[in-house]
Structures are given as structure tokens and as C-alpha cells.
């Protein structure tokens, strides 16, 4: 388990820093890379969990319970400051980063995806480590509302 925190911290840390490198490349730049960042912390968690619930990895009670509290308190991190108006795909010469203009146009959408996601998680914070089973029935919802928004305001990889 304490390997897994460090693994975690080293991301962060690596997620962080990088996004302070870079920072000086445009107006928007230290936004896209937080969100990003924060996107990567829940691609990071669900990759856990989806390889638990898959048999990809053997199903580890403690682990699962943990990662998924850390998914959930991912997505209470407070985002306003990641989404100025502007920093879409549209507006990114070079194209770092895949959020539609659409995000801005529909933002109550975006709100109702994100609190979507919010509800599954606290409901899998509180299940995954009953077993297996039970993180496989949380996974779903997981899915599905990572899925809401991805079809609607994420463009797709070139």
C-alpha cells in the first residue's frame, strides 16, 4: 500500500511539475495541464480498479477500497480555475488538448456529467472493497458517466 501512495505522488509530482514547464507556452496553458493532470489522476484510479474488476490483476480488498476513495476524492477537487473560456481544441494551434468548444456552449451539461460522476464514486468509495463482485457492479456507473462526457465534449485522438 505504500507503494502505490509513492507511485501516486510521484505522478502528481511529475503531473505538476510538468504543467510548470510548459507554462509559458501560451494563455491557457497552466489550465489545459491541470485538467489534465486531474484527468490523469482518474484515468490512473479507474485503470486499477477496471483491471481489478477485468481479473487483469488479482482483486486486492484494501487496494481497491483505497484507490477508489482517491478516485473520489479526485473529483471534488475544485475546477474552476481549469476551464477559462478559450482553452479549447479550437483555440490550440498546436492541438494540446481534445476539449470541444461545445464544453463552454452546454456547460450545465458538463455540470450534470460531472456530478454523475461524483454520485458513482462515492457509491464505489463505498463498496469496492466488498469484493470483487461488488467492484465490478460500482465500475459500470464509473463508466458510463466518464463515457457522457467524453462522446459529447472530448474530440477524438488524431
Known amino acids: ?9 510521484a505522478i502528481v ?18 489550465a489545459i495541464k491541470a485538467r489534465q493532470a486531474m484527468f490523469q489522476l482518474y484515468s490512473y484510479h479507474v485503470g486499477i480498479l477496471g483491471d ?4 487483469k490483476m488479482d482483486y486486492d480488498a484494501a487496494i481497491a477500497s483505497e484507490v477508489a476513495k482517491n478516485l473520489e476524492a479526485a473529483t471534488h477537487l475544485g475546477q ?9 481544441n ?17 456547460f450545465p451539461d458538463v455540470a450534470k456529467h460531472s456530478e ?3 454520485t458513482a464514486t462515492a457509491a464505489l468509495a463505498q463498496t469496492a472493497g466488498n469484493g470483487v ?20 465534449f472530448r474530440a477524438k485522438k488524431k
Open 52 to 55: 481489478m474488476a477485468k481479473g
Open 1 to 9: 500500500m505504500k507503494k502505490l501512495n509513492l507511485v501516486s505522488a
Open 80 to 88: 474552476s480555475t481549469f476551464w477559462p473560456v478559450g482553452s479549447d
Open 13 to 30: 509530482s511529475t503531473l505538476l511539475l510538468g504543467g510548470v514547464a510548459v507554462a509559458a507556452d501560451g494563455p491557457h496553458d497552466k
Open 116 to 118: 454523475n460522476l461524483k
Open 90 to 106: 479550437s483555440n490550440d494551434a498546436n492541438a494540446r488538448t481534445r476539449a470541444l468548444k461545445g464544453i463552454w456552449e452546454n
Open 133 to 152: 463482485e461488488a467492484l465490478q457492479a460500482g465500475m459500470g456507473d464509473i463508466g458510463a458517466s466518464c463515457k457522457g462526457c467524453h462522446d459529447d
